[in-house]
């Protein structure tokens, strides 16, 4: 599982200080971003190469807030891969190392004209073997 630290600014939280049900969608791009550059990859390059990366689908569950100040763990793991799409699911927790939230999202590979396209052998390859090394789930 890979993990992400972030602290939780102003901006993050609505008027009560509690974060916005929306920066939840950018805290979890930016967890899946850092998956994927810590396999080695950029998904600028990936994409100048024509491999883009769209959001089929998208969960979240919400079982507790996260306040303004805090700083969150944001874990990352694979449950599925498939030559077309990754199914990345996410637990982030607390400065008190409480489970606040638990998401997944779909992310296909698509092509400039936008049809799906596969993704790169050298990236599933990378994913499967990062999934085997923590013995994480994945479904191939």
Known sequence: ?????????????DAEGVVY???YMRFLEEARTSFIEDLGFSLKELSKNGYIF???????????????GEIIEIKTSVE???????????EIYNSENKK???????MVCISP???IKEMPQELIQKVKDKCE???EKFYL
């Open 133 to 135: 090394s923590k013995r």
């Open 100 to 106: 606040t939230t638990v998401a997944r999202t779909d």
């Open 54 to 68: 769209a959001i089929k689908r998208q969960e979240i569950e919400y079982k507790y807030p996260i306040y303004y």
């Open 21 to 23: 049900y929306g920066n």
């Open 80 to 90: 599925e891969i498939t030559p077309y799409r990754i199914r990345f699911y996410y």
């Open 1 to 13: 599982m890979h993990t992400m630290r972030k602290r939780i600014y102003y901006y993050d939280t």
């Open 113 to 115: 004209e936008f049809h």
